[in-house]
C-alpha cells in the first residue's frame, strides 16, 4: 500500500513563508508527476504547482514568483516553498501523485490527507 503524507503546514502570517513536504512511502520504484493542489472554503479544488519526475514544473498564475517546487527523488518526495503568501493562499493543501510505479502495479491517483495553511493579517 503506498501513501502521501505532508507536512510543514499552519499559521503565518501575510508576507511570511512556508515550507510544504509531501512524503510517499510504501514499495515504490518511481513516481511520475507529484504536484500540490489546494481547496479554500467553498472553492473548488485546484493546481497549485506540478513536476514531473524529469523535474519539469508548472505553477499556476496565482502563486506564480511567490511559490516554487521542488522533488527528491531517492526519497519520494515533493516540497512546496511559499514565499510572500497572500491571505487568499488560505485553504488545504494536498499532495498528489498521478502515478506511483510499484513492484505490483501501478498506482493512479494518489492523494494525501491534506494539510492547513492559514494566512493571517
Known amino acids: 500500500q503506498v501513501q502521501l503524507v505532508e507536512s510543514g503546514g499552519g499559521l503565518v502570517q501575510a508576507g511570511g513563508s512556508l515550507r510544504l513536504s509531501c512524503a510517499a512511502s510504501?514499495?515504490?520504484?518511481?513516481?511520475?508527476?507529484m504536484g500540490w493542489y489546494r481547496q479554500a472554503p467553498g472553492k473548488q479544488r485546484e493546481l497549485v504547482a506540478h513536476?514531473?519526475?524529469?523535474?519539469?514544473?508548472n505553477v499556476a498564475d496565482s502563486v506564480r514568483g511567490r511559490f516554487s517546487i521542488a522533488r527528491d527523488n531517492a526519497k519520494n518526495t515533493v516540497f512546496l516553498q511559499m514565499n510572500s503568501l497572500k491571505l487568499e493562499d488560505t485553504a488545504v493543501y494536498y499532495c498528489?501523485?498521478?502515478?506511483?510505479?510499484?513492484?505490483?502495479?501501478?498506482?493512479?491517483?494518489?492523494w494525501g490527507q491534506g494539510t492547513q495553511v492559514t494566512v493571517s493579517s
Open positions: 513536476i514531473t519526475s524529469g523535474s519539469t514544473t
Open positions: 498528489n501523485a498521478d502515478r506511483i510505479y510499484t513492484g505490483w502495479g501501478t498506482v493512479y491517483d494518489s
Open positions: 510504501g514499495p515504490i520504484a518511481s513516481i511520475n508527476t
